[in-house]
């Protein structure tokens, strides 16, 4: 299925809200369902009071601090190397966030994660100081974390929760073959360059494959989508209530898990006794 913003019957633009074959990444109860009914509302507006149009994919140029990220690319990639030194125990993205099952249940995609709508893995940022402070240049940073492809991942067709924000990826690991590894978003298939930023709106239907012998690496970025009043404002509302659903507030416990654990065989290995 190709997803587009094509004008609806009266004009205006539109998005589909859902993606055929796959299941919604969504829970029961009366509490979420009233929730995700207010986000299909907030999204119709959304599109309507984007100060940025609403394409599949974005120049760049469109947001001029994404050049300064590009500069300071080498420094990330630095640290990214730091982190995958032990790439093995990261941990998968579904591990984290049970809901992702529906897209992805393999081991294939590995994830470190920095912060995320209002909470923040300050033993994993202590580790990418200055990828943190590059991060801080983004207006309305949502999310950030390293996104890890090993060799034959294929992410199914599927579209993001929600369309107030947008997603940068920042090209760190591109193995070649270039024809190999690509990610499509609507009907546009893009390729990742290393430096390079790739700006698109995954409220439109996606996916993306490492058909490669090697890992592909990318910083992973949702900002906040540039709205006009009175979208802005419902939009703010929705991203920091976000903090409060079953979706965040698993993931954040998953991830505290995680880290005990990964920390602390860091700790045992630096105080194993010296033979």
Not at 162 to 177: D, F, K, S, T
Request: aromatic share 10%.
């Amino acid at each position: 299925m190709t997803q587009q913003a094509t004008p609806s019957p009266t004009g205006k633009p539109s998005q589909n809200f859902g993606t055929s074959g796959i299941e919604a990444m969504e829970r029961p109860g009366f509490i979420t369902r009233l929730l995700m009914g207010v986000v299909e509302r907030v999204e119709r507006l959304n599109l309507r009071h984007s100060k940025v149009g609403n394409p599949p994919v974005y120049d760049k140029a469109t947001f001029p601090w994404v050049a300064e990220i590009e500069r300071e690319w080498p420094l990330i990639r630095a640290e990214l190397d730091k982190v995958l030194a032990r790439q093995s125990e990261l941990p998968s993205f579904h591990d984290l966030s049970p809901d992702v099952k529906t897209i992805s249940d393999d081991s294939r995609w590995k994830t470190f994660f920095l912060a995320g709508y209002g909470l923040k893995s300050d033993r994993n940022i202590e580790q990418c100081p200055e990828t943190w402070r590059i991060m801080q240049k983004i207006p309305g940073l949502k999310t950030a974390m390293f996104s890890i492809f090993e060799p034959g991942k294929h992410l199914k067709p599927h579209r993001g929760p929600y369309n107030g924000v947008l997603r940068l990826h920042l090209g760190l690991i591109v193995p070649e073959p270039r024809d190999k590894l690509a990610i499509r978003v609507s009907d546009q298939v893009c390729h990742w360059e290393e430096g390079k930023a790739l700006v698109f709106d995954d409220a439109y239907e996606h996916e993306a494959w490492n058909h490669t012998d090697k890992t592909r690496v990318v910083l992973f970025v949702d900002f906040v989508k540039p709205l006009r009043f009175p979208a802005s404002l419902f939009n703010w509302l929705l991203l920091n209530v976000a903090v409060f659903t079953p979706f965040i507030r698993e993931g954040a416990d998953n991830q505290k898990e995680w880290e005990k654990k990964f920390y602390a065989q860091a700790e045992a290995l630096r105080n194993r006794p010296q033979p």
